[in-house]
């Protein structure tokens, strides 16, 4: 399948900033998206989701926001703490897909004192 | 509840040897998934389970397989090692019926050396 990308393998934000971590996918046929969070030594931990019938869904500090037009996913971090260190990865899957999900390559998000 | 759990966490082979990796899934969790994570191709699909049917199978060698069994454990194997095998395995299961448009839990993985 196609694959998803991220703008950015690294991302340095000051701590209390609001950090915007964003992706690219390519395939017009995916209709779900994801966000996980993976720290150093542990498996990636689901963050949020999204469908395709929706352009923006919120959780606790985090907003996720996705515009098919551009085929374009971020992840909005609010107040971004130190426990946010970590790899983010998106991913996509379709309704007729058969290859699981299919991961971008990750932003490490750094967090500055 | 506890989470996926998947052992052993470490494991050390040698190239042409075989390794047995074990995965118990969420409590109720009756579809299990497995990914490849290397620094290189990131995450990558293996296979995934549901019922102990194999129902999608990521672009991987025969060497690569798995099985799940009636209690939802699932177990993936890797015959005759190569030095490329080395990776994160990592372990996922979901509630519904397929890892198709679900949220997939992770485990902590088996970190793979093959020397």
């Known amino acids: 399948g196609e694959s998803v990308g991220l703008h950015l393998p690294t991302l340095s934000v000051q701590e209390g900033d609001n950090s915007i971590i964003n992706c690219a996918y390519s395939?017009?046929?995916?209709?779900?998206f994801i966000w996980y969070k993976q720290e150093s030594g542990k498996g990636p931990q689901f963050i949020i989701d999204?469908?395709?019938?929706?352009d923006k869904r919120q959780g606790q500090r985090v907003t996720v926001l996705l515009n098919k037009t551009v085929k374009h996913l971020s992840l909005q971090i609010a107040a971004t703490q130190p426990g946010d260190s970590a790899v983010y990865f998106c991913?996509?899957?379709?309704?007729?897909?058969?290859?699981?999900?299919?991961f971008g390559k990750g932003t490490h998000l750094i967090i500055q004192p | 509840k506890a989470g996926v759990t998947q052992t052993p966490r470490y494991l050390i082979k040698t190239r042409g040897q075989q390794v047995t990796l074990s995965c118990s899934p969420i409590?109720?969790?009756?579809?299990v998934s497995w990914y490849q994570q290397t620094p290189g191709q990131g995450l990558q699909f293996l296979f995934e389970?549901?019922?102990?049917?194999?129902?999608n199978k990521g672009n991987f060698p025969g060497r690569f397989s798995g099985r799940q069994f009636s209690n939802s454990r699932s177990e993936m194997n890797v015959s005759t090692l190569e030095l490329g095998d080395s990776a994160l395995y990592l372990c996922?299961?979901?509630?519904?019926?397929?890892?198709?448009?679900?949220?997939?839990?992770f485990g902590s993985g088996t970190q793979l050396s093959v020397l």
């Open positions: 409590s109720g969790h009756r579809s």
């Open positions: 395939n017009s046929a995916s209709d779900y």
């Open positions: 999204i469908r395709s019938n929706m």
């Open positions: 991913a996509e899957n379709w309704a007729g897909g058969a290859d699981g999900l299919t």
């Open positions: 389970y549901f019922s102990e049917t194999q129902r």
């Open positions: 996922a299961s979901s509630a519904g019926q397929g890892a198709t448009n679900e949220k997939l839990f």
